[in-house]
């Protein structure tokens, strides 16, 4: 008995983004690593914790898959690309590559819309929303680092961030829950 639930189109779509998202952990492996050998452990430290976090991700899509009835498919990763040159760099590539993973789950969700598969529809809506989170998140650090002095930041203001980073919380508050009384 066939139980997979998923079309051919939205199983393939699904796993190409569990790859995406096991692609996005690497690179903030990798992001990670070269902050901790710059000496800058907070970075290092939130960035590795983004890294579990992308993980999670493809774990979510991971186990969807399967309880959907469909086969999971592992593919390669390719390395990350060239490492960040400064702080500012590093955020940079963090905010596109964060803006790449949307576009890639924007695609997901449209055609989960014109296949009319509403569990998958309803599941990427998570997916929809931690995007719109990671890209607030990460204008956010290179609006610190702006302020701070953005390719010419040192000493001091960099020292701060560092430190902040370190114990800085990996979500933000989103604009449907903002109010007048709470901006």
């Known amino acids: 008995m066939n139980t997979n639930r998923l079309s051919g189109n939205i199983q393939a779509a699904l796993n190409t983004q569990m790859t995406i998202e096991a692609t996005a952990s690497q690179i903030y492996l990798s992001y990670a690593s070269w902050a901790s050998a710059e000496g800058y452990e907070g970075i290092a430290n939130f960035l590795f914790r983004h890294a579990q976090e992308e993980r999670n991700h493809m774990m979510k899509i991971l186990e969807y898959i399967l309880e959907r009835g469909a086969r999971v498919r592992i593919e390669a990763i390719p390395a990350p690309a060239s490492e960040p040159t400064s702080v500012e760099n590093c955020f ?34 998570w997916f929809v929303k931690e995007q719109t989170e990671e890209e607030t998140l990460a204008l956010n650090l290179l609006d610190k680092i702006k302020i701070a002095g953005g390719e010419k930041a040192q000493g001091n203001a960099l020292y701060a961030l560092d430190r902040e980073l370190e114990q800085k919380p990996d979500d933000v508050t989103l604009a449907e829950e903002k109010t007048a009384e709470n901006p």
């Open 92 to 125: 940079q590539k963090i905010f596109q590559q964060e803006v790449e993973n949307t576009h890639a789950i924007y695609k997901v969700v449209k055609l989960s819309l014109q296949e009319e598969d509403w569990a998958t529809w309803n599941f990427m809506q």
